[in-house]
């Protein structure tokens, strides 16, 4: 009994990419309505945004790379490297594109949660921002903010708020999973 709890699970690069990726992507699949109904009645909106039920991809794609951006922070390069490899093609089985296409795809999705959330370093933020921008929310907001063309403090923390259960706590998986070759 005691060795269980010490020990820990060994995952490879593929099979934790495939976990992710689908698990992921499944509960966006299922939770997507309800996340966009969170930001089409919040009150901070002075109208209802135009919002695509349909095809979840944006915060599909948002969710991913803002999950890969966490790797920096927790694994050594070389891991780092090697499981975002794996992820990528797992993304570009389950989309049906080549490597290269998803790779620059994700590139294009981190860039842009990193660029929208100069200078800070917090990864959550970024998302939530990337939400905001991709989901073109600026113009629904009160005149001030919709001006500053800046979400709105309090509607950039629901959004964050929204975003955190689509966060892995990559800290506490790694701290129970060794990745092997």
């Known amino acids: 009994m005691f060795t269980s709890l010490f020990v820990k699970k060994k995952l490879s690069h593929k099979q ?3 976990k992710f990726v689908h698990h992921t992507l499944q509960i966006i699949d299922e ?7 969170a930001i089409f009645y919040d009150p901070e909106l002075t109208e209802h945004p135009k919002l695509d039920y349909k095809d979840p991809t ?15 922070q927790i694994l050594p390069a070389y891991e780092e490297n090697n499981l975002c490899q794996a992820i990528i093609e797992e993304m570009a089985s389950v ?10 795809k994700l590139e294009k999705y981190s860039s842009f949660i990193s660029r929208v959330n100069h200078p800070s370093k917090n990864i959550l933020y970024g998302m939530s921002k990337a939400v905001f921008f991709k989901f073109k929310l600026g113009q629904f907001q009160e005149d001030y903010f919709a001006q500053l063309n800046t979400p709105n403090p309090i509607f950039l923390k ?4 929204l975003i955190e259960n689509y966060i892995w706590d990559w800290k506490s998986f790694f701290d129970k999973t060794k990745i092997i070759l």
């Open 16 to 18: 934790i990419a495939f």
């Open 31 to 37: 939770t997507y309505g309800d996340f966009l109904d």
């Open 58 to 72: 944006k915060l599909s794609f948002i969710i991913i790379a803002g999950n890969m951006k966490y790797f920096e």
């Open 158 to 161: 629901r959004i964050d708020n």
């Open 95 to 104: 989309y049906e594109v080549s490597f290269h296409e998803m790779q620059a």
